[in-house]
Structure formats: C-alpha cells, structure tokens
C-alpha cells in the first residue's frame, strides 16, 4: 500500500525540531553558565541540566522520527510538545522578567523567538492533526 508523502511544511517543521533536539543534547556541554535547558520556566544547570536536556533531546528525536515516517504515536507526542512550549515560554518570561537573564538577550532575539518556538512546535502538531488519518 503506498503512502501519502508527509509534505514540504511537516518536513521542514521536523528538520526545525531535529536542530532543536540536538541542542537539547549539547547543552549539558555548554561552557557558557547562560545556557541550560529552560523547565518549566526555570534555567536548569548542573546534574539537573546534564539529565533533563538530553531526556527532551531524546522525546524530540523520537518525534521527529515519528514525523518523517508519519507514525501515529508522533501526534500525542507533538500535542505533548507544544503545549510543553506554550506553557514553558510565559513561566520563563515571568520568573526572569528583569533579571540579567532576560538582559543577556536582545529584544530582536526576545521578541521573535517566542513566535518561532510556539509557531514550529504547534505547527508540526497542527499539521499532524490535519493529516491524521495518514498517519500509521
């Protein structure tokens, strides 16, 4: 039985999530103390960074797995992001609110990022509820 091709967005909105994944797995190596994975809006570091990142490395490499082989398991996986996303993003906002944190970044970076986080992880899950019934 052939199947239907996942299409150029669902492609490109994996490729995004596999970058992503792959900083999720280089940030227990970071030098840098300002970069660490953000849970549940607080910047992680330490043994904490070193288990949470690549844990998350590793659902998003299961996800954009589950995306380019259009698995069903992918579409949970993807609600469970974004929603991951939507909620992490304000809490950070919100704890690091004029903090140094937030001032390491520049508002060309603080402003759009969000849009692009929230855009690319609701995207892919849309996308996936759109074309579920071609998922196997």
Do not use: C
């Not at 844990?55 to 954009?64: E, K, T």
């Not at 944190?101 to 690319?120: D, K, N, R, T």
């Amino acid at each position: 039985m052939p199947t239907k091709s996942r299409g150029a967005a669902l492609t490109i909105l994996a490729v995004l999530l596999a970058l992503m994944a792959l900083s999720n797995f280089g940030k227990p190596f970071a030098h840098n103390p300002g970069v660490g994975f953000v849970f549940f809006g607080m910047r992680l570091s330490g043994i904490a960074n070193k288990i949470v990142a690549p844990i998350f490395g590793i659902i998003l490499a299961v996800y954009v797995y589950g995306i380019l082989a259009m698995r069903k398991f992918a579409l949970p996986l993807g609600i469970f992001y974004a929603a991951y996303v939507i909620v992490n993003m304000p809490l950070f906002i919100l704890r690091y609110h004029g903090t140094a944190v937030m001032q390491e970044h520049s508002w060309a970076y603080l402003v759009p990022y969000p849009f692009v986080a929230i855009g690319v992880s609701s995207g892919a899950a849309w996308l996936l509820y759109r074309r579920r019934t071609d998922l196997r």
